[in-house]
Nanobody, 126 residues
Framework: VQLQASGGGLVQDGGSLTLSCAAS????????MGWFRQAPGKEREFVAA????????YSTDSMKGRFTVSRGNAKNTAYLKMNSLKPEDTAVYYC????????????????????WGRGTQVTVSS
């Protein structure tokens, strides 16, 4: 399975971006998809994830209010819509896929995810 993340870029404080993650190269049903980010000098952190059935989880209340994770109808694509972006949201954003989460579980920890995309840079200028 390969994951390709896209949609990153440079945006001003308060702007919006939508990231996409497309899974290819295999058929995996009942998987979860998640988003993580890593800023320079910091550890990779969980952002949001979505279960096979559409349940969602967000890292913080702030992200829950500004970010929305979703899946495409074919379920092999995940999206992260980010509104009201702040300079502290600047990071490389990675998508990931967990093949063992089942129908309703929403994975949050990096070690739960089996496949990772290369990441897409999001830069928010002040």
């Amino acid at each position: 399975v390969q994951l390709q993340a896209s949609g990153g870029g440079l945006v001003q404080d308060g702007g919006s971006l939508t990231l996409s993650c497309a899974a290819s190269g295999g058929t995996v049903s009942h998987h979860c998809m998640g988003w993580f980010r890593q800023a320079p000098g910091k550890e990779r952190e969980f952002v949001a994830a979505i279960s096979w059935t559409g349940g969602t989880s967000y890292s913080t209340d702030s992200m829950k209010g500004r970010f929305t994770v979703s899946r495409g109808n074919a379920k092999n694509t995940a999206y992260l819509k980010m509104n009201s972006l702040k300079p502290e949201d600047t990071a490389v954003y990675y998508c990931a896929l967990d093949t063992t989460c089942g129908l309703n579980y929403v994975s949050r920890r990096p070690r739960e995810f089996d496949y990772w995309g290369r990441g897409t840079q999001v830069t928010v200028s002040s």
